[in-house]
């Protein structure tokens, strides 16, 4: 059963660009997410003086990835101060800690290890982290419990834009539930082009091509830059791998439009909404229509 979650932003100084100290209803945990040129304010509050663990991330794009790194202190604060020499990177930090300060050393090495594993199994961001920290021993009482914080965790970093934790996947298609309206995602489209065929589905976060796609070996001019960066760094980087003349996708990938995804596959212009169809003929521009109209 789903249910709503209450998230409360608070703007420390009226910008959302600012300092930010976010909490959920209910929830002993608090969050923190500052700017990294304003790292010298965050001495000035307590809630991140305290024991806990933190992401120093890039900003999100999610055709090209980012980077983070995940660590840990009993005074976070002071941690920042060393790790703002030693990592270049970021420009935006994320600060977990406890509103009632229960989170011991053998707590938030837990969440460090369980952190940095879960963010390189999502493997949406480069893990600056060398390597996996050693998971601290726990009592079961208290792994379940800082599990149920890792829940809270994922839901204020996807609230705050980084997705780090979320895998990149295709959203399973069930039965037709007839309580509910129809949504884009419960449809799965194809593209074919030149002996070409790609699978994917639009998502909430965008739209997903499906590993094990088929990518043309070819582009031309008509290619507009975006897609074009993508494809060079998937190249380099394996994302895409050599198929004969052509390349095929190793991993689901998310793009911010269905038409990224169809230049990509056919190496020129193309139009995603036209050009993505699902099993019945209909094209992906045509279900959208039909979501509108209410059926």
């Known amino acids: 059963m789903t249910f709503g979650r209450k998230v409360t932003i608070y703007l ?27 790292l010298n304010e965050l001495k000035d509050w307590t809630e991140a003086q305290r024991p806990g663990v933190y992401f120093l991330v890039e900003k999100q794009t999610a055709e090209t990835g980012d980077r983070a790194y995940i660590g840990e202190s009993e005074n976070v604060v002071k941690r920042l101060s060393q790790q703002d020499k030693n990592q270049d990177f970021w420009n935006e930090v994320i600060i977990f800690t406890s509103k009632d300060e229960n989170l011991t050393k053998a707590h938030i090495k837990y969440l460090e290890s369980r952190l940095t594993a879960i963010s390189i199994e999502a493997d949406r961001y480069k ?10 021993r726990l009592p079961r009482a208290d792994k379940d419990s800082m599990e149920e914080y890792i ?22 298609r069930q039965e037709p539930d007839t309580t509910s309206k ?30 094990g796609s088929d990518i043309s070996g070819k582009t031309t001019k ?24 052509n390349y095929t996708l190793t991993k689901n990938s998310i793009f ?3 038409s990224y995804a169809a230049v990509l596959v056919a190496g020129t212009s193309r139009s995603g909404p036209q050009s993505w169809i699902d099993e019945k003929g209909r094209s992906l521009k045509a279900i959208e229509e039909m979501l509108l109209s209410g059926m």
């Open 12 to 38: 420390a100084d009226g910008a959302p660009s600012g300092i930010r100290h976010v909490e959920i209803a209910n929830w002993s945990g608090q969050a923190i997410a500052c700017p990294r040129s304003r």
């Open 127 to 136: 893990v600056e982290n060398g390597n996996t920290p050693t998971e601290s």
């Open 151 to 172: 829940h809270n965790l994922r839901i204020i970093m996807g609230t705050l834009g980084h997705r780090v934790l979320e895998p990149i996947k295709a959203i399973d």
């Open 182 to 211: 129809p949504k884009l995602s419960d449809f799965l489209f194809s593209f074919s082009v030149k002996g070409l065929t790609a699978e994917g589905q639009q998502t909430d976060d965008g739209f997903v091509l499906f590993k």
């Open 222 to 245: 008509s290619m507009p830059d975006k897609p074009l960066s993508i494809r060079k760094k998937w190249i380099a980087d394996g994302t895409l791998a050599p198929n004969g003349d």
């Open 256 to 258: 911010s439009s269905s």
